[in-house]
């Protein structure tokens, strides 16, 4: 979700991957999680005041988490 090069971009749907996960990918419920988690850190780095690269991990998937995700 964060592309090399560009810094204050969030990717949520053009990801990098190999064609077996892009087949899981690919499928709608997986791009509503991985739109919940740009958001997520969008909101983060806004808040915080840094960049989506620098946003705190740890404090992202709790976030996720308490909103019900699943990540593991």
């Known amino acids: ?37 740009a958001g997520a850190a969008a909101h983060l780095a806004h808040t915080k005041g840094v960049t989506p690269r620098k946003v705190d991990v740890a404090r992202l998937q709790a976030i996720l988490c308490d909103a019900g995700a699943i990540l593991q």
């Open 1 to 37: 979700m964060l592309p090399r090069q560009v810094e204050g971009l969030l990717v949520s749907l053009c990801v990098s991957s190999t064609h077996l996960g892009y087949s899981t990918l690919r499928m709608e419920p997986e791009y509503i999680k991985m739109g919940q988690a």
